[in-house]
């Protein structure tokens, strides 16, 4: 560009126009052969407002700035060197038209060349100072405030969005070694997932992946199915809490092959049907190593259960069932004794909340002695009858091997005549029981406290909503002195009496309870002031408690006594208690204001539930 805006072509079209008007005037010298004269001007003796000059200073300066190009002559050159003075002006203008185009043409070439150089000069220094793949999984776990495992990826409840889904799909390639995803509790990976999927071949050797609560979609489940055979290495497979999974579990069991290798597969509430019952059934044949199986919280699937237990010959290495609040029926329990045979390794039995089987272990339970190595039975809230119990009074003592039994809600269990609570001494690995709300009277509770002797490894002992328990606490005095071991005990709603706490707190002065560590004695609204008086004082010898409730009934309320202050006073010496339940209790304004004070003047961080 020149000075007043054209560019130099232009420019030089119009000084090329000057020369063809003072062609006349030069045509004398050159007719008598002084064209030498004319030629040698220096460029001195040209005027430096004249055009001509500035056509001579143009083609010097580009002379000199191209060294690979080859020289070209001088505009004046070019313009005598072409002249014929018997050519017309017309055709003369045209020719050095054309000369100066073809010039600018060049000059584009070359710089188009320069550009090029720069261009791919630049993406080598970007890909030089780009991250590697390292860094950028390093950057992308600081961001969501994990850290970096080549073996573990851990971004459960992360929040993570479909960007970053897609982030990290394009980090796999950096993660050869991967064996464990959980990306469960992330709504946004719904819909995304098959762009995570498409990169498994990069982490063959997976074997852990657990997607609860992502909201999957049809598509995402499809997409999943298709990944099975790029992760042949995959044992757990955890997908809990995918609503829209219901229906469409077909999708996933078609692409399993004979010789998978799982062993942990859980579709916990996902609104499975029986149709997706009889799917999961078809497959079990290509799942020999399976081990863990839980479908519980799947209201409609108990519908097929008969033609699941069926299959379950399949899998003979299984060790845990879970099949809690499946619409279980009377037809189902038979189907499943009669897998029972099949599973001798099970070690888990979860049948509970399952209401309509109640009245079918008369005729169900035959095999259930046969589980030798069974440690967890589970039958709360199992409606379970008179003629039930009779049934399981006669097993479950049979399980040489069981360690947690769980009969609670099941108030038949407390009024049958049959001794189902004193044939557990025949358990002595028993470390948990729970018979809360089971209607228990003076004689069963006697019974229980018996065989309590026996169970020298008790560890947790749940009696809640037993109301016999109240005022004869006493008779669980011996097994609580033997049951060193105990570290849970619930008493909620037992209509406990002052007489009760302090029997607690002698056997705690006593050196038994040491290990205690969680204490629930909500809901007894018999306990008086006094009582509250004698156990606060008593409540410092509970090293090792952590959880303390004390709430009363919801349907009431009640002034706080001078007890208060022996309370307070007794949690500076208890360093392992983090939580202390106090519903329901009405505090004075200067209790409140001790209660609030209490964390900051103490150093401490319990959490009060008021």
Known sequence: MVGNGQCICCYERGCARVLLKIIPSMSADLLKGDTQSCQNKS????????????????????????????????????????FDFGKSEGKARQEIEETEINNCRADDQSEKENLS??????????????????????????????????????????????ADVTELASLLPFLPELEEISLSWNGCVGGTLK?????????NLLKVLRLNSCRLSAEDITSLGEAF????????????WNSNIGGKLSLLTKKLRKGCKIKLLKITDCNLTARDGESLAEILNVLPNLEVLDLSINKHIGCSMKVIAQDLRNVPGLKELNLHMCGLKQDSLQGLDTALQHLTALRKLDISCNKEIGGGFKDSAAHLASLKNLEVLDLHQCCVTEEDVTVLSQVIPLLSSLQELNLSWNKNIGVSSDPLLGRLRFLPKLRSVAISNCGLGKESFSSLAEAALHLPELEILDLSWNKCVGGN?????????LATEIQVLRLSSCNLVAEDLALLTLLSHDGHLARLQKLDLSYNNTISDEGWMVFCQ?????????????????????????????????????????????????????????????????????????
């Open 229 to 240: 055979e790029i992760v042949p290495q995959l044992e757990e497979l955890d997908l809990s």
């Open 117 to 162: 150089v720069e261009d791919e000069s630049s993406q080598l220094i970007s890909e030089a100072e780009s991250p590697s793949g390292e860094q950028r999984l390093n950057q992308f776990m600081q961001k969501l405030g994990k850290k970096p495992n080549s073996k573990n990826l851990d971004l459960n409840n992360c929040a993570l969005s479909a």
């Open 195 to 203: 762009t995570l999927t498409a990169q498994f071949h990069h982490v």
């Open 473 to 481: 606490l006493k008779l669980l005095l011996g097994a609580l002195k």
């Open 538 to 610: 008593g409540l410092t010898v509970f090293k090792e408690l952590s959880e303390l409730d004390v709430s009363l009934r919801p349907s009431s309320c009640r002034a706080c006594g001078t007890w208060f202050s022996e309370l307070l006073a007794a949690l500076t010496k208890l360093p392992a208690l983090a939580e202390l339940g106090m519903q329901r209790w009405v505090l004075s304004e200067s209790q409140r204001k001790q209660l609030e004070g209490f964390n900051r003047d103490n150093k401490r961080n319990i959490r009060f539930d008021c």
């Open 43 to 82: 460029e001195e003796d040209i005027p430096k407002s004249s055009p001509f000059g500035f056509v001579i200073k143009q083609f010097q300066g580009k002379r000199s700035s191209s060294g690979k190009r080859k020289e070209q002559p001088s505009a004046i050159q070019k313009f005598f060197s072409g």
